[in-house]
């Protein structure tokens, strides 16, 4: 089944525990963000993970935005 809005993030109960996916591979929205931060040079990131394309890549990004809460807690202890 593919996320609302997004047609290359993939969500299913019995792969990789339910995590968002690209495109129905065992490779999450989480992944694919962490990858982007340590591979900043695409041509790297692709030769890392040849299977993902740019699109794959938006999407994540913009799945993880539309996911993240806005709200940061700065009570002092």
Known sequence: MTAAGFDRI??????MNGQPCIRGMRLTVRR?????SL????EEL????????EE?????????????????DFRVA
Not at 10 to 15: E, F, I, N, R, S
Not at 39 to 42: A, H, L, T, V
Not at 46 to 53: D, H, K, N, Q
């Open 39 to 42: 591979y900043p040079d695409r």
């Open 46 to 53: 692709f030769r890392e993970y040849p299977e993902l394309r």
């Open 56 to 72: 794959d890549i938006q999407q994540a990004l913009e799945f993880a935005a539309a996911n993240m809460e806005d709200v940061i």
């Open 10 to 15: 993939t969500v299913d109960p019995k792969q």
């Open 32 to 36: 694919v963000v962490e990858a982007v």
